[in-house]
């Protein structure tokens, strides 16, 4: 009982944190499980990856009700994503401990400069690899912009496997760089995304046996909780104070998942 308290608790903060920053709190996801719970990577990534796939599910049913997702996009990602996915669990599966939290540091250390930097991602405005359509705002569909969605999806997926990230800081950036969509539409398209990806690599897991049910559920009904709550409050706050908290926090996490995986802490 006080195992499934705690699970929900820590769930109701990456669900919490998730609401406040769109997809910070997948990242957090693992370092919460590995330290709260002490489970390795392996297993705390199908966890973190069924949390994050079920509140991306929510706010991807939103994006459809809107009209806002590129659903051909989003599919074409999606598949993609999911082929790659198994891919990534099975990686896990077969990689040390130590070197799977060093490469989970590593991402996050990425993401905290990105965070830190501000700077927009650049992009020739004539020669993006999928311009859209000017009557209907759709991808006009060329091989090098379905080389460029189906490659997105494909180091999504296998990350997502690998680590239980989301895959949103992959294909955020890319569907900016690749296109001209606008920002909600891209954030929607992405939720979409990682709801396919997340089927696949939870699915995954749950055939290999290394998924834990006993926590991956209550930890999934946590997040749910965590992000219904947060979104309740998320517009009365200052967002660009809440992004510099949040990069900060991701920086500490990634030192510590580094120097936990180097062998210097316990």
């Keep these: 009982m006080e195992l499934s308290f705690l699970t929900i608790i820590l769930g109701t903060i990456v669900g919490f944190v998730l609401a406040l920053t769109g997809a910070g709190g997948g990242m957090l996801s693992i370092p919460l499980l590995v330290y709260g719970l002490h489970l390795s990577v392996q ?11 079920f509140a991306a599910a929510l706010g991807s049913i939103t994006g459809l009700r809107k009209g806002i997702v590129r659903y051909r996009a989003a599919v074409l990602m999606g598949i993609s994503g999911m082929l790659a996915a198994p891919v990534g669990v099975f990686s896990a599966q077969r ?3 130590q070197p799977l939290l060093i490469l989970f540091a590593c991402i996050l250390l990425l993401i ?13 405005e004539q020669d993006v690899a999928c311009s859209l359509n000017a009557d209907n705002q759709r991808f006009h569909w060329t091989m ?11 180091i ?3 990350l997502s496997g690998l680590v ?8 955020i950036p890319s569907l900016i760089r690749h296109s001209h969509l606008d920002i909600r539409s891209i954030q929607a398209t992405s939720l979409a995304v990682i709801t396919l990806v997340s089927i696949s690599g939870v699915s995954s897991a749950a055939l290999h046996g290394s998924l834990p049910w006993a926590i991956a559920l209550p930890f999934t009904i946590g997040s749910t909780f965590g ?22 926090l991701v920086l500490l996490v990634a030192v510590s998942m580094l120097l936990k995986g180097s062998g210097l802490v316990a």
């Design 112 to 124: 905290a400069f990105r965070s830190f930097r501000r700077k927009k991602i650049s992009r020739n």
């Design 227 to 248: 992000l219904l709550g947060g979104l309740q409050i998320v517009t009365r706050l200052n967002q660009a104070t809440i992004q510099l908290l949040f990069a900060w």
């Design 144 to 154: 090098r912009c379905a080389r460029a969605i189906a490659g997105t999806g494909l």
């Design 43 to 53: 297993q705390a990534a199908p966890v973190g990856l069924m949390a994050v796939g």
């Design 95 to 97: 990689i040390p401990n």
């Design 156 to 158: 999504s997926g296998y």
């Design 164 to 171: 239980g990230v989301g895959g949103g800081f992959i294909i």
